[in-house]
């Protein structure tokens, strides 16, 4: 099967064009500033900037709390809005540039109702974007989760267009696309492999977290190197006007957060930790090698922020995380990542913001085990660093403009293995490095006050470089020839250019509808011989042999409030190819193998699906209702004869429920209850018998599927009263029980279904369910003050 | 080799992990396959020093068949030996065709043709040269996660320079270790050409075990075969810590399952004391 699509160049240089098309005013002047929450000085992403005086004009804070709206000559009325927060009206007189710090205070209850029921949020009707979900961790915190921890990744599967890779694992795939192919940036840092412990844990601490936002489909032009989705999450900044301590305890794991002005709205810091305990456990058992085993992890983030003076800022935020396995002398093995990133923010003028970055990422694990009295250790990374400038530029209210450009060199190290067996050479595979660069420009424009286009384009460009080697294979695999290559010598080079354009039509107050177009490159990819996500998985870079993977997709979607802006629905419908895509020959080695690349094979992929989606956010009741219907494909001329077959992911059904109910003032319930339609997965049609085993007959590749999955999990959250005299002495601290139960009604949903010999007949072959959770309840304990 | 100890580590870490929820469970259901077209199979070994070849031709079944593998009885077997003379194997009964009385040398090649209504399949496997386990070692090992403690048993053997394919197969007590996920093969990549001490990595000995070995050297096609087996055979087919499974590479062309291997051998005994 051929798979095109309509994309040249030419039809979208078009773009930059519609950027003259707004009105000229005679006299205008710009009000600039920022946003943040009263109580704590956290800078606000997107709040929106209102002008009372002209409904349909306005502009929101960037990702910095930034904002900056250029009006002409007059007396305005600004309205700042941010959900669940009192809006705020300031009067401005406009007769020169103006500089405009606001601060915006959290809407008490009953404040709330009132000001809520005049002005709720319509952004999912007005933004120009389309295929994003937005969750701020505040507002999910009472969903029940597995073992109490709160997982943002765990929520986001629970959304329309997102699955997750397994029960309990924190890997996900969007709109069909791989598991590998989601861009994860945590202050701009991307994250490797963020999964802990196996997959069942994300390595995203809540309590560290500000805003996650997910693009689906329309990434906007500055996101680039991922083929499927981009995760951007972004840290709190720390409070600035006074000490704050959240911390909880749970059944597996603890957490404790600090932050605190360094000077005071000047600049803050914030400090998070979390650390799993079931080891502490193993420590009681009697046994030596149970006893001086490990099993733990641990995550730390690390941001402080100061601003010089009113142009400038900086930010210095970092991330570790590891786990650590080990029994006693036998083995020991631990992964995990590292992150950084310096950021200064520089205000250029009323109209132009600039934010230059250099970001650092490290991915690595290791492995050692001792036999016989001698060592093996192996080790593997994967590192980063990254130089980011770029620009928001805020000519009129109509149009907001960012560019910029970004290079990152990549060092793998696919493995070091070193021994002091007799038997044993020590080896080292080959380092890869690569250099990584792009350049966008995007407008997000109203065109008039219905109609609005977000457009840009990207160019990314990647250069796979020496030192190092570069392979040939023939059509089975096996290596017909090798080059070597001297230091920064090019072995092979790609580049693209990457269209991003979506489309409003405001149909009324309260409907729109939306469609876009856009193409993504991704250079790096993830070799992974199983389905499971594993710590061992091995990034590779694009080369002579493996081509960037290509995503298209095309969307369309009809947006529409009701009651005033209380409830959200949208439908959505994509259609998604993608090129290039990885799999592997049969029985591949990929572990330790320089010439892994040997072992793949290449074919292409097709997405389609609808989401549905009703939200609530605002009342006593809030939450929402996902249902996705999707299918996902490949065709690999290696694999199932040629004939296109249903990707693992292949869900047709996904639906969900999450319900928050507000009780009392004390008294939180939440519940959500998930279905969908098993994975594809690839079962025996017969058996025969080899070497006295009976081995089972594969037909075709994921030609069946797993059961449904289903599960309904519940929740409490109790806030404590305060009634002591303690806790009146000290009326900031606060505290709450949160008790819940995943897979409340012992559904046995399967993990894996494997075949096997009967013990007693060996002629008889059966089926063997896995189901890994039945009822798992959890305690945790959360406190701030 | 190491990967076969992070496999068991990852499992085991899963397994840790899961008794962390207390309430991991097992069952055996009941599933629904499809019936796949019956095809036939054929597992053909020759053995370096054995005076006689013996192919198995049988017919796959449905998954949940209880009567055993299909024989096929009525087939034509030949083998071409190395000096291109042509023995043709006698039906034995129950799938199986012998033929005796053979001298069979390493660095040689043998060819199989199997006819069977009105379809020939033909496979080709090249000899290596054998190379000789040198000796054999016990060695305590502790228990590990709370498992009962046991013996290794190591081969030792001086590798031949170049790329070598290995199988280690063991009986003990006489009986051969025989189960799924206990196939054993590997290659040299990381120590060629060296004085090798690996173990059997796939069982745990006990005290007062008789142990035999034996060290294959395998063609590269054979190998590829013994490990995409390994794979499929393996009780973890199909398990999310494993790939998407599929049917073993064979070197039988013509559209059978199955392999035809020339193997050559070294064997050695070892007792495992009280």
């Known amino acids: 099967m051929k798979l095109n699509f309509p994309f040249t160049i030419k039809t979208v240089l078009f773009a930059p064009l519609l950027l003259l098309a707004t009105s000229v005013f005679s006299q205008t002047y710009t009000v600039s500033g920022s946003v943040k929450d009263q109580k704590n000085g956290e800078d606000l992403i997107g709040a929106i900037i209102a002008v009372k005086e002209i409904p349909g004009k306005g502009t929101a804070t960037n990702a910095y709390g930034f904002f900056s709206i250029t009006l002409p000559q007059g007396s305005y009325t600004l309205m700042f809005e941010y959900l669940g927060y009192t809006t705020k009206e300031v009067a401005v007189v406009l007769d020169k540039n103006q500089s405009l710090n606001v601060q915006v205070d959290e809407a008490s209850e009953t404040i709330a109702e009132v000001i809520i029921e005049e002005d709720r949020p319509d952004k999912n009707i007005r933004s120009n974007e389309m295929g994003v979900t937005r969750l701020d961790p505040k507002s999910i915190a009472t969903v029940p989760v597995l073992f109490g921890e709160k997982d943002i990744i765990k929520i986001f599967q629970m959304t329309p267009g997102v699955k997750s890779a397994g029960e309990g694992s924190a890997g996900f795939y969007v709109r069909g696309g791989g598991s590998d192919q989601n861009l994860i940036l945590l202050d701009e840092a991307p994250v490797y492999n963020a999964s802990h412990l196996l997959g069942f844990f994300s390595v995203f601490n809540s309590d560290a977290l500000k805003d996650v936002t997910l693009y689906k489909g329309g990434m906007p032009a500055e996101y680039g190197g991922r083929a499927s989705s981009v995760m951007d999450i972004k840290m709190k900044d720390g409070n600035s006007k006074r000490l704050g301590v959240t911390g909880g305890i749970g059944l597996i794991s603890s957490r404790l957060t600090i932050e605190a002005p360094i000077v005071k709205d000047r600049g803050s810091f914030i400090i998070s930790a979390r650390r799993t305990y079931a080891d502490v456990f193993l420590k009681l058992s009697k046994k030596d090698d149970i006893k001086n085993s490990s099993l733990y992890f641990y995550d730390l983030n690390m941001k402080a922020n100061y601003r010089i003076n009113d142009k400038n800022r900086v930010f210095l935020s970092g991330y570790f995380g590891r786990d650590n396995f080990g029994l006693a002398d036998v083995f020991g093995f631990d992964w995990g990542n590292a992150t950084g990133t310096f950021r200064w923010n520089h205000i250029v003028n009323d109209k132009l913001f600039s934010n230059t970055s250099l970001i650092f990422s490290n991915y690595n694990y290791r492995f050692n085990f001792n036999a016989s009295g001698s060592d093996v250790k192996f080790s593997s990374s994967i590192q980063d660093w990254n130089l980011k400038q770029d620009f928001s530029y805020f000519p009129n209210p109509n149009n907001k403009i960012k560019f910029g450009a970004n290079a990152i060199y990549h060092t793998f190290i696919p493995g070091e293995v070193e021994s002091d067996y007799e038997s044993f050479t020590d080896t080292k595979l080959t380092n890869r490095y690569a250099l990584e660069g792009g350049a966008y420009v995007q407008n997000d424009q109203s065109i008039t006050e219905s109609f609005g286009i977000q457009y840009g384009m990207r160019y990314s460009y990647f250069n796979y470089l020496g030192a190092g080697k570069s392979y040939t294979f023939d059509d089975k695999g096996a290596k017909t020839s090798e080059n070597s290559y001297g230091n920064w010598e090019s072995i092979k080079t790609y580049g693209g250019f990457e269209p991003r354009v979506s489309a409003k039509y405001q149909l009324n107050k309260e409907s729109s509808v939306k469609a876009q177009v856009n193409r993504a490159y991704q250079y790096l990819h993830l070799l992974s011989n199983s389905t499971t996500s594993q710590p061992t998985d091995i990034w590779v870079p694009s080369s002579n042999n493996v081509k960037p993977q290509i995503a298209d997709q095309v969307a369309a979607g009809y947006f529409r409030n009701f009651k005033n802006n209380t409830y959200e629905f949208s439908v959505e419908g994509y259609y998604k190819l993608m090129k290039n895509q990885i799999d592997y020959r049969n029985g591949a080695d990929l572990f330790f193998n320089d010439e892994a690349e040997g072992e793949l094979v290449y074919g292409e992929g097709r997405a389609y699906g609808g989401e549905f989606y009703i939200r609530k956010q605002t009342g006593k009741l809030t939450g929402w209702v996902s249902y996705t219907l999707s299918r996902s494909l490949r065709t690999f001329e290696d694999i199932n004869e040629g004939i296109e077959f249903s990707a693992k992911q292949d869900r047709i059904h996904d639906f969900a429920i999450v319900a928050m109910y507000e009780l009392s003032k004390r008294v939180k319930l939440s519940a959500n209850w998930v279905y969908n339609t098993g994975s594809a997965t690839t079962f025996p049609s017969g058996k025969y018998e080899i070497d006295g085993k009976v081995v089972p007959l594969y037909t075709e590749r994921n030609g069946y599927r797993m059961p449904a999955n289903h599960r309904l999990d519940v929740g409490v959250t109790i806030d404590t009263k305060k009634t002591s005299q303690w806790a009146l002495a000290h009326p900031d601290f606060e505290s709450s029980w949160n008790i819940s139960v995943y897979n409340a009604y012992a559904r046995e949903n399967a993990y894996s279904i494997t075949f096997r010999q009967n013990e007693l007949e060996p002629n008889r072959t059966e089926a063997v369910r896995t189901a890994l959770f039945k009822i798992v309840p959890s305690v945790t304990y959360n406190f701030t003050f | ?274």
């Not at chain 2, 100890?5 to 929820?21: D, N, P």
């Not at chain 2, 009941?30 to 020093?49: F, K, P, S, T």
């Not at chain 2, 090992?141 to 070598?164: C, P, Q, R």
Request: aromatic share 12%.
């Open chain 2, 1 to 274: 080799m190491k990967k076969n100890y992070m496999q068991t580590f990852l499992v085991a870490a899963l397994v840790a992990v899961s008794s962390i929820a207390l309430n991991s469970c097992t069952k055996v259901i009941e599933i629904e396959l499809n019936e796949a077209d019956r095809q036939y199979v054929i597992e053909g070994l020759v053995y370096e020093g054995a005076e006689s070849i013996e192919v198995r031709v049988t017919k796959t079944t449905s998954f949940f068949d209880t009567s055993g593998p299909e024989a096929v009885n009525d087939a034509v077997v030949k083998v071409t030996m190395p000096g291109s003379s042509v023995v043709t194997l006698n039906a034995m009964g129950n799938g199986y065709y012998k033929a005796d009385g053979l001298v069979i040398t390493n660095e040689a090649t043998y060819q199989l043709q199997v006819d069977v209504a009105e379809k020939t399949f033909t496979a080709s496997s090249y000899m290596p040269a054998s190379v000789a386990l040198d000796s054999l070692e016990y060695e305590f090992s502790e228990g590990i996660f709370g498992g009962d403690d046991f013996y290794d048993v190591f081969l030792l053997f001086e590798d031949a320079i170049g790329l070598n394919y290995y199988r280690a197969r063991a009986w003990v007590n006489g009986e051969y270790l025989n189960e799924p996920g206990e196939i054993q093969v590997f290659d040299d990549n990381l120590n060629d050409g060296n004085y090798i001490r690996i173990p059997i990595w796939v069982y745990q000995f006990e005290a007062g075990d008789s142990v035999e070995v034996e060290l294959q050297s395998l063609s590269p096609e054979t190998y590829e075969f013994y490990q995409t087996f390994a794979l499929v055979a393996s009780e973890d087919a199909g398990s999310p810590f494993t790939a998407a499974p599929a049917n073993p590479d064979t070197n039988i062309k013509g559209g059978a399952l199955g392999v035809f291997a020339a193997i050559a051998t070294s064997r050695g005994v070892i007792e495992v004391p009280e």
